[in-house]
């Protein structure tokens, strides 16, 4: 072959393997933003769940509009960058959209006075925001709540095969850089898709109910795991289909 075909051949993989690339990237990075948003509003149900649990207190001022602002703010901390409300992509909107439809319907548990401990739990936020979002994006995404097998509570969060590789040969890992995400092209179900699953692990807030002693309960009722400050304890998982 003269160095005129290898030319030729080298500009032909480029020109095949460059947009695979870009769009790859551009599918990275809008994975990214997505859980940072999804994380960035759990964080405020978070931040006030004694606030929440008031027995006293009627109106805790987290309206939708209330938490979706705070969801702008925690994300611009997070990620560095300010997200324009007035000029979102239709997953962001979307995104925000399902955070205000559920505290739209939580209202009246979340006022309610004369009840402490009201259930409502971020990972309960999360998941009705999971759920709300994926309705929204019509099949075109997914988010998901997910974690080891022997940590989920709630059937529905169970790793698929494919989250369960990737936790128990990568994200268990002694050597995985803590916090790295992961993802690559595959199908789902038949379809070609774009999968990216980032690792949560346990802070203080999270070892109250998912600590120790292990099998004691919790203020929920649920048995606690035995897990241990910043231990794997779930991964967020998000499907963008082609």
């Known amino acids: 072959m003269n160095i005129k075909n290898i030319m030729s051949f080298l500009l032909c993989i480029t020109l095949f393997v460059l947009p695979e690339l870009t769009l790859a990237t551009e599918k990275d990075g809008i994975s ?3 859980t940072t948003l999804f994380r960035a509003a ?15 207190l009627g109106d805790k001022g987290l309206s939708a509009q209330a938490v979706s602002e705070k969801t702008l703010v925690n994300y611009s901390k997070t990620s560095g960058k300010k997200l324009d409300a007035n000029s979102l992509t239709p997953a962001q909107k979307a995104m925000l959209a399902a955070v205000q439809d559920v505290m739209s319907e939580n209202q009246d548990l979340i006022n309610e006075k004369g009840v402490g401990f009201k259930g409502f739990l971020p990972a309960i936020f999360a998941r009705q925001v999971a759920n709300k979002f994926n309705i929204k994006m019509s099949g075109k995404m997914k988010i998901k709540l997910t974690a080891p097998k022997s940590y989920v509570r709630n059937r529905a969060n ?5 989250e369960n590789n990737i936790i ?6 002694s050597d995985y850089k803590k916090g790295q995400s992961f993802s690559e092209s595959t199908q789902v179900k038949g379809k070609n898709a774009y999968r990216f699953i980032l690792p949560e692990y346990y802070g203080p807030s999270c070892l109250n109910c998912h600590g120790t002693p292990k099998g004691e309960r919790d203020i929920t009722g649920g048995k606690k795991e035995g897990g241990v400050l910043n231990e794997l304890g779930g991964a967020i998982s998000l499907i963008i289909f082609d």
């Open 32 to 34: 990214q933003e997505l």
């Open 42 to 56: 759990r964080k405020v149900i978070s931040v006030n769940q004694g606030h929440i649990n008031k027995v006293d």
């Open 158 to 162: 169970r790793p698929d095969k494919w």
């Open 168 to 173: 128990e040969t990568m994200f268990k890992k």
